[in-house]
């Protein structure tokens, strides 16, 4: 029996406001362990990592980062950050994203809740084995 596919077709890439709305209904869907860690999370997306971002993670190619965790209550080991504002911020970049969705081929939203999985996780301390196992489950549907 023959497969039929859907191809859609999109003028134009998802824009920021796009993959912000996207990520944030996901959030709710993230697997419980890292949900209890994500109380006071905020979803920011942006095209690239700014230049000091870059220079910090010693980026040789700006698409190679689509996410990074950033805690809004420590700013180094020891030292509290003093602003009004102490959410940390999920920071999701847009074109890394977007040419990973290219190379995959994988159902965007997949790739989104697959990227934020393994950067919550990453930075909450769950083996890369506890990654691989939410991931999969995410993969299974079994939220």
């Not at 419980?32 to 993670?57: G, K, W």
């Amino acid at each position: 029996m023959d497969q039929q596919r859907i191809i859609m077709n999109y003028t134009a890439p998802p824009g920021l406001d796009d993959i912000e709305t996207m990520a944030n209904a996901i959030l709710a869907s993230l697997p419980e362990e890292i949900l209890e860690y994500c109380d006071s999370l905020a979803i920011q997306v942006e095209d690239f990592p700014d230049d000091t971002v870059q220079a910090e993670m010693e980026l040789d190619d700006v698409y190679e980062l689509v996410a990074l965790y950033k805690s809004g209550k420590e700013i180094a080991p020891g030292v509290q950050r003093k602003v009004a504002n102490d959410d940390d911020v999920l920071i999701l970049y847009r074109r890394g994203i977007l040419d990973l969705w290219c190379d995959t081929q994988d159902d965007l939203t997949d790739l989104i809740r697959e990227v934020m999985i393994e950067e919550l996780g990453r930075n909450f301390e769950f083996s890369e084995d506890e990654i691989e196992e939410m991931t999969a489950r995410h993969h299974q549907g079994m939220f």
